[in-house]
């Protein structure tokens, strides 16, 4: 199944929503709009992953490209509603200590 991804715009925040697997098929697709996204640097990009039920490294690749963008441009990103599987790659990694993860929507300021 190809990845889904909804793009919603809150005024200065946006909201990118990844629907399904996020790996070495798809991730380059997720990267394109994660990079389109912020080029338009809003103050905020929320990256909600709630219907996202795997990541493999390629994913992760993505999410630690696009904060680095993030940072260059003074974009807030924050990851929210991590499933489980996705949250321990990140702990595994160490990545939690690197990005700002929030358990919802609401917590990430939408």
Same mark, same amino acid.
């Given at each position: 199944?190809?990845?889904?991804?909804?793009?919603?715009?809150?005024?200065?925040?946006?909201?990118?929503?990844?629907?399904?697997?996020?790996?070495?098929?798809?991730?380059?697709?997720?990267?394109?709009?994660? @990079?389109?996204?912020?080029?338009?640097?809003? +103050? =905020?990009?929320?990256?909600?992953?709630?219907? %996202? &039920?795997? #990541?493999?490294?390629?994913?992760?690749?993505?999410?630690?490209?696009?904060?680095?963008?993030?940072?260059?441009?003074?974009?807030?990103?924050?990851?929210?509603?991590?499933?489980? @599987?996705?949250?321990?790659?990140?702990?595994? +990694? =160490?990545?939690?200590?690197?990005?700002?993860? %929030? &358990?919802? #929507?609401?917590?990430?300021?939408?």
């Amino acid at each position: 199944m190809a990845l889904q991804v909804t793009i919603e715009i809150k005024g200065a925040i946006v909201v990118v929503g990844p629907v399904g697997d996020v790996d070495l098929n798809c991730s380059r697709e997720f990267q394109g709009h994660l @990079k389109k996204v912020l080029e338009s640097r809003p +103050a =905020r990009v929320i990256v909600d992953l709630a219907k %996202v &039920p795997y #990541m493999d490294s390629s994913g992760v690749a993505t999410l630690v490209e696009a904060m680095q963008i993030a940072r260059r441009t003074s974009t807030k990103l924050v990851l929210c509603g991590m499933q489980d @599987k996705v949250r321990s790659i990140f702990e595994i +990694a =160490r990545l939690d200590r690197v990005f700002t993860i %929030v &358990p919802d #929507m609401a917590t990430a300021g939408a």
